[in-house]
Structures are given as C-alpha cells and as structure tokens.
C-alpha cells in the first residue's frame, strides 16, 4: 500500500491587526529523492473579497514529489491593496524559516501558482520584488527571502477602458465592485493593465522617467 501525504492545516504565518494568516502544507510522502521536495505555494483566486486556501487544485502534483503551501490572504473587504501582495510575501518568509525546523521542502526551490485574482499577490509579488511598500513587514519572520525561482500565473485579471466597454452587464457587476474593494476608488482610475505599477509610481517606489 502506497504511503499518503501528510497534510498539516491551519497553520499560522502572521496575525495582523488581529487577523489571522493561515496555511496549509501538504507533504508528499517521503519516498526515496521526495524526503525533500520543492514547494509550490497557492493562491487561491475569488475576486479578492472570496475564497480560501481550501480551494486547492494542486493535488495532483503530491505523487509526482512537489510540496504545497496554499495560502490564506486578506481579502478586499478586510484590507485594500497591497495588503494581498504583503501577505503572500509574508507567507513565503515564514515557509523559508520555518524550513530551518525541518518542515520537510527545499527553501531554495520555492514556486509560487495562483489563479485568477490569486495571480496578482503571487504574479506580481515576485516582479516587484525588493520594494519596500510591497515586502511590507507582516509577521515575524523579515530576514528570509520572499523571492521564488518560478511563476505560474493563470489568468489574472487585468483592467483597462476598452475591456471595461466590452463586459457584460453580469461582467461588470463582477469586475466593478471587486476592483473597488480592492483599490478603494472606481476602476476607471486605474484605467491601464499597469495600474500596479502605477501605484508603485504614486508611493515614489519607482522613479518616472
């Protein structure tokens, strides 16, 4: 009989302003070269005001020797971005320390896969990286790397005027209300797929040219 995964919930990487950040980590079994695996860390996907880390797809990806942290983040009711992105970054630091324990993955191959709004805080986490307004400061664990040697970003949203035309009455009632929560002011203010980047201009994290 083949030995299961071992499967280790809600465990908590950071509690911020008294809410708290929890994971899941699933384990391959240990067999022969997987005793040490490398990690995917998961984003779930939800608009960024709904989901969990219980919506985990990667399954499949436990026989063939990968680990999986999936990750809780707070959603856009709780906290505006770039809170999402923090938070993830704050996950990866904590995974990466508490390797140190032995919790049974390779620190340094670390991939991170979101979907949907699950792409933003995983995707553009890691392209950022470096920047003082996006690493932030939650949890404890601040010394480790939040740096990834690979993405997986599926389908993430993106928002511009002429999409914005294009949508449905249903897409809009989606996409509206969602970038509202998320940013704090109406979508057509971050009219262009670079308004992350455009953030990042307005906190003076990147010099225009």
């Not at 026989?63 to 983040?73: E, F, L, R, T």
């Not at 993830?88 to 390779?106: H, P």
């Not at 002429?162 to 449905?168: A, F, N, R, V």
Request: a positive charge; proline letters at 8%.
């Amino acid at each position: 009989m083949a030995a299961e995964p071992t499967v280790r919930r809600d465990i908590e990487f950071a509690t911020v302003e008294g809410h708290r950040l929890l994971l899941d980590l699933y384990l391959p079994a240990a067999e022969g070269d997987v005793a040490s695996p490398p990690l995917v860390v998961w984003v779930h996907g939800g608009a960024w005001r709904a989901g969990s880390k219980k919506d985990m797809p990667l399954g499949f990806l436990l026989p063939h020797g990968y680990a999986i942290a999936s990750v809780d983040y707070r959603l856009s009711p709780v906290a505006q971005f770039p809170a999402q992105v923090r938070d993830i970054k704050a996950a990866i630091r904590f995974l990466r320390a508490s390797q140190a324990g032995n919790c049974g993955f390779k620190a340094d191959r670390v991939a991170i896969a979101g979907s949907s709004a699950g792409g933003l805080p995983g995707g553009f986490g890691q392209v950022t990286n470096g920047h003082a307004a996006l690493e932030g400061a939650v949890g404890e664990h601040l010394d480790p790397s939040s740096s990834v040697q690979a993405i997986v970003d599926l389908y993430r949203p993106t928002i511009s005027a002429p999409s914005l035309k294009q949508s449905t009455p249903h897409g809009l009632s989606v996409r509206v209300p969602a970038f509202e929560l998320l940013l704090g002011n109406l979508p057509e203010q971050a009219s262009s797929p670079l308004w992350p980047v455009r953030w990042l201009m307005s906190t003076r994290m990147i010099r225009r040219c």
